[in-house]
């Protein structure tokens, strides 16, 4: 081994002149000791330093406690400095200096093939050696900062995107319930708008006449599955166990069985749940307007019934009236004929005879044209009862 002897205070003085603000481990690993003493105390005054005397201990101290720049010799006792270098880099990705007598260019390309990040020959010179250990600690920290950077923005983008997406299905939620028929097309609506969040669940409306609708993504569900759903409105709002979640609101229950793990993915997570709240907040809400709807057209169908009733009552009345008239008309003549017939035995003079004639004519004619006006009356009845029925189907159908 090739050795240099050193100024231990030049040293010193060449690393304090270095600017930047050093600090980390560093594992030195060679089998002279005297070498690793004059390393060490090049190091020493900004690193923590470590030091091993074969591959063997380097790989047990790497595996105890990561260091951020390892030292290497080539030539080690047991396992050399290249096949160190290979094993340690299943280890860790820290950088790996080789600082060697061996520093060909066939060593040099051994060396990066082993998976060393720069080779230095010895004897070292001390600013050289001290300041390619703080670039490679502070180029292999800034890799890491990077990289755990890179992964936070991928992480709030990918955030952003799930949130755009996961806003979309509530939108869309919205949009289909307000026009909900019924229950079970409530029900199976809320069913796929949890289905594209990824996920399964079962789902109970209550109706407000005290029955229920239950949805699952398998179809009609077990005599289980609804005996668990009625059960789990005692939960509370939000109850959790494991990959199962409930949520619980006075009209609607549901249960998600495949719920990510908080521990991986915290952030989806909890934006899932909040998802899922605001669905089933928005069902009861659609719930009611469902009530309504239903109401409203069981309202339509009893006015429709009503007018049906009440029109088959006025033709009645109309032709029960146009019976009468002509009945009217028909005794009327009988008693004209009647009294006429009558003159023979009164032993009335013809004077008389035509007085009593013209006042039956009289009184017949205000009879007959007080009947006549009553037909108009008909006529606008039945203009009242047209206007009424069409101002009632305008009504019902403001309903839906």
Not at 106 to 123: V, W, Y
Not at 156 to 167: I, K, P, R, V, W
Not at 320 to 340: A, H, K, S, W, Y
Not at 364 to 388: E, K, P
Request: contains cysteine; negative net charge.
């Amino acid at each position: 081994m090739s050795r240099s002897p050193l100024n231990r205070q030049q040293a010193q003085d060449e690393s304090a002149a270095f600017d930047w603000p050093l600090n980390g481990r560093v594992l030195i690993v060679d089998d002279d000791a005297v070498t690793r003493s004059i390393h060490r105390s090049i190091l020493a005054g900004n690193f923590d330093v470590l030091t091993a005397a074969s591959g063997e201990e380097a790989i047990r101290l790497c595996t105890a406690q990561a260091p951020d720049l390892v030292i290497l010799d080539v030539g080690l006792p047991g396992i050399d400095g290249y096949e160190t270098c290979r094993r340690l880099r299943q280890l860790i990705k820290a950088p790996i200096i080789f600082v060697t007598g061996h520093h060909t260019l066939e060593d040099q390309l051994k060396a990066f093939d082993a998976g060393g990040n720069d080779l230095i020959p010895k004897p070292v010179t001390a600013t050289i050696f001290s300041r390619k250990a703080a670039m490679a600690i502070r180029q292999y920290r800034m890799a890491a900062t990077l990289a755990q950077e890179k992964q936070a923005l991928e992480r709030m983008a990918m955030g952003f995107l799930s949130s755009a997406s996961q806003t979309g299905i509530l939108l869309e939620f919205m949009r289909k319930s307000v026009i909900s028929p019924d229950y079970p097309a409530l029900a199976e609506n809320l069913l796929t708008s949890i289905q594209d969040l990824g996920l399964e669940s079962y789902i109970l409306i209550r109706h407000s006449d005290g029955g229920s609708t239950v949805v699952t993504a398998r179809g009609s569900p077990s005599p289980l599955e609804e005996s668990i759903l009625e059960n789990v409105k005692v939960m509370g709002r939000l109850f959790q166990f494991k990959q199962r979640l409930v949520v619980n609101y006075d009209r609607v229950s549901i249960i998600v069985s495949n719920m990510p793990d908080e521990g991986e993915e915290p952030e989806r997570t909890g934006i899932l749940r909040d998802s899922l709240a605001i669905l089933a907040e928005s069902t009861e809400a659609m719930a009611v307007n469902v009530d309504l709807r239903l109401e409203g057209q069981k309202r339509a169908e009893q006015l429709q019934i009503a007018l049906s009733e009440a029109e088959l009552a006025v033709n009645s009345m109309g032709d029960q009236n146009r019976l009468t008239l002509c009945d009217t008309r028909l005794l009327l003549q009988e008693m004209v004929d009647g009294i006429e017939n009558t003159y023979s035995w009164l032993d009335t003079s013809h004077a008389q005879e035509l007085a009593i004639s013209a006042t039956m004519d009289e009184s017949v004619q205000r009879i007959l044209g007080r009947l006549s006006n009553g037909t108009n009356f008909d006529a606008r009845f039945l203009q009242v009862m047209q206007a009424f029925k069409a101002g009632s189907s305008h009504d019902a159908v403001e309903l839906f």
